[in-house]
């Protein structure tokens, strides 16, 4: 951080303020504190009679592989918006969005996804400028090997069990960095 967007000054020093128990930048001019707090990622897990809809991405990060329609949470935005308007960004779907199903932390991005069960009313869809291509799947089709994401492998793979048990709690939990791969995997593949 380099200016205050409070006062417009220079002077930004890291320290822990009084009452607070982290490093924070503070302006030295004018004692505005700014807190950098994680980004809430929000999106639905889409579905229409026994199939799932997902998106293929056309932009990075992870271009050309599979995802749930998701993406940040604006600011003015609840969850349950934000939710239902990336589904329509990047599928072009409407939906009825249901209960949340996973919250996952990502800590080390500084990331949080929710993502809330939702049903399509009609198969109606479409790729938005996000998406290179939109699609239904059954279970047995998913492409597990060209999933975009950890939180959306985690998610569905849970979807898929907890539809076999006939029920669908909120899965909360959290997603540590991958550790390195082994110097002899590096560059393989």
């Avoid at 969850?79 to 990336?86: I, K, L, M, S, Y």
């Avoid at 993502?115 to 998913?142: I, K, N, Q, Y």
Wanted: charged letters at 25%; proline letters at 9%.
């Amino acid at each position: 951080m380099r200016f205050c967007s409070s006062c417009g000054s220079a002077r930004i020093g890291l320290r822990v303020p009084d009452g607070d128990s982290l490093p924070r930048h503070v302006c030295e001019a004018c004692g505005e504190i700014h807190y950098q707090n994680p980004k809430v990622v929000v999106g639905c897990l889409p579905t229409y009679g026994e199939r799932v809809l997902m998106c293929l991405r056309a932009i990075e990060p992870r271009r050309g592989l599979w995802t749930l329609p998701a993406g940040f949470l604006e600011n003015g935005e609840t969850v349950v918006a934000g939710a239902a308007r990336e589904t329509w960004e990047e599928a072009h779907a409407r939906v009825d969005v249901g209960e949340l199903y996973t919250l996952i932390s990502l800590p080390h991005i500084n990331q949080i996804y929710m993502v809330f069960r939702a049903t399509l009313p009609e198969p109606a869809f479409a790729p938005g400028p996000e998406s290179l291509e939109v699609r239904l799947f059954d279970e047995h089709e998913v492409p597990w090997d060209r999933i975009a994401f950890r939180t959306i492998g985690r998610t569905l793979r849970n979807f898929f069990l907890d539809r076999k048990l006939g029920g669908f709690p909120t899965r909360v939990s959290a997603l540590e960095r991958r550790p390195p791969a082994p110097p002899e995997l590096r560059g393989a593949g």
